[in-house]
């Protein structure tokens, strides 16, 4: 392709953000910080719900593996990162690049489905009270949960097995600061069109379904809350969602932006921007949204700690 030659790439160079000494120490310091802040609130959340018996429900069963799953997406990439900062080197071995990319593709995915469920649970438990608790019993969320942790993995494997047989040439340079699926595509030079297809496919469904579970919930959650006569009742209600809607705003806006697109229109600067939003930027509020706006978690917080 275009003369360049292909080899069996052994590494690649991650650029990460090419800037003066000064901001590059600024960076540092302000991504390490997000970093422990990111893993210590979302491990408290875990931490509580696994100690008291007040939040042993169902939302926060979900809560607890979408803090978990926060935890692994940000030390799949992050680590490297740091080390990256302190050292010359800024090589990553392909099986390390591999390896990144899949554990990160798996937090994603099932993020996507988890927050997707999140919702249902939420549509269940506003506009059909009644049938909750039948519905949405421990046995049935384990597997609900069960199944998101599947389709994350079989999503990666699915996306890791063309990555991996791709030939790559002699310019290894990754414009991104982890190995993502685009900037990959972007420097091979063998006939990518088959890995891309599959990532295409694999978005509308791992992406688009949620989405629209989402979007369908809360719109019968909209009608059924308006429905209701007194005011404080409406505002009890949306109450109840608005920490979860929130985050699934903020994930769901940036990670569409970044793979909801062709091979063609991807801009390195604007997704390498927009990636820090979601894999840095989201999961550090989202713990202090899910407590800041829930009295269960801020008195089992204040319990746990006294």
């Not at 949960?145 to 494997?157: E, F, M, N, R, V």
């Not at 989402?214 to 969602?241: E, N, W």
Request: hydrophobic share 50%.
């Amino acid at each position: 392709m275009g003369g360049r030659n292909e080899t069996n790439v052994m590494y690649f160079i991650l650029l990460r953000f090419p800037t003066t000494a000064e901001l590059q120490l600024l960076l540092f310091s302000g991504l390490l910080l997000a970093y422990l802040l990111t893993v210590l609130e979302n491990f408290l959340i875990i931490l509580i719900i696994q100690t008291n018996h007040s939040l042993k429900k169902n939302m926060y069963f979900f809560l607890g593996n979408l803090s978990f799953l926060e935890i692994w997406c940000v030390s799949a990439i992050e680590p490297k990162m740091f080390v990256d900062f302190l050292s010359q080197d800024k090589h990553i071995s392909f099986q390390g690049c591999m390896t990144q990319f899949y554990f990160f593709v798996t937090s994603v995915c099932t993020e996507y489905i988890l927050l997707a469920l999140m919702a249902y649970g939420r549509f269940l438990a506003i506009c059909k009270p009644f049938r909750y608790s039948l519905i949405m019993n421990h046995q049935f969320c384990a597997q609900l949960t069960a199944g998101c942790w599947i389709c994350g993995l079989i999503t990666s494997s699915i996306n890791l097995s063309f990555i991996a047989q791709l030939s790559f040439c002699d310019v290894d340079k990754i414009n991104h600061y982890f190995c993502d699926i685009s900037p990959l595509l972007n420097i091979s030079c063998s006939y990518s069109s088959a890995a891309e297809l599959v990532d295409f496919i694999l978005v509308l469904i791992v992406i688009m379904v949620p989405l629209c579970t989402v979007v369908t919930s809360y719109i019968c959650i909209i009608f059924t809350v308006l429905k209701i006569p007194s005011s404080q009742g409406r505002q009890k209600a949306f109450s109840t969602c608005s920490s979860h809607l929130t985050v699934v705003i903020l994930f769901y806006s940036t990670t569409l932006f970044t793979y909801a697109h062709p091979k063609v229109m991807y801009n390195y600067s604007a997704n390498k921007l927009v990636s820090v939003l979601y894999t840095v930027a989201v999961p550090l509020p989202s713990p202090l949204i899910y407590c800041l706006r829930n009295k269960e978690v801020r008195f089992a917080l204040r319990k746990t700690f006294t």
